[in-house]
Each structure stands twice: as C-alpha cells, then as structure tokens.
C-alpha cells in the first residue's frame, strides 16, 4: 500500500510540491527548483532581491 504523499507550499515560487522535493527551513519550504536557482545566482542579478524579500517572510512570520 502506498503512503499518502504530503505536499508543501514554496515560500519562493508559490508551487505546491511534494515534501521529498525540497527543503525546509525552520517552518517554510522550498522546493529543489528554486534551491537550485537561488544558489546558482549572483548577488547582482535581477532575481536576487526577490529571493532575499521571499526568504526574509521565514524569519517574518516567525517572530510576528
């Protein structure tokens, strides 16, 4: 029999995925995809503050 598989929400890119297809850092997940794209992009590139503005809402919700 298989076993349910639980999704979970990117706090990046909004998807919903599987919970074996990311990472979860304190309470928020994110996906292989954009762990992926995050840690392939440089500090200068346009893509950059998005990433920074989404990954703050961990630390946001956290101590709100």
């Not at 954009?34 to 200068?44: H, S």
Request: net charge negative; with cysteine; glycine share 4%.
């Amino acid at each position: 029999m298989e076993e349910a598989k639980h999704t979970c929400k990117c706090i990046i890119c909004g998807e919903m995925k599987g919970e074996d297809e990311g990472i979860r850092i304190v309470t928020e997940f994110i996906c292989d995809d954009c762990e992926i794209d995050i840690v392939a992009t440089d500090v200068l590139d346009e893509k950059y503050p998005f990433y920074i503005h989404q990954m703050k809402q961990i630390w946001i919700q956290r101590n709100a």
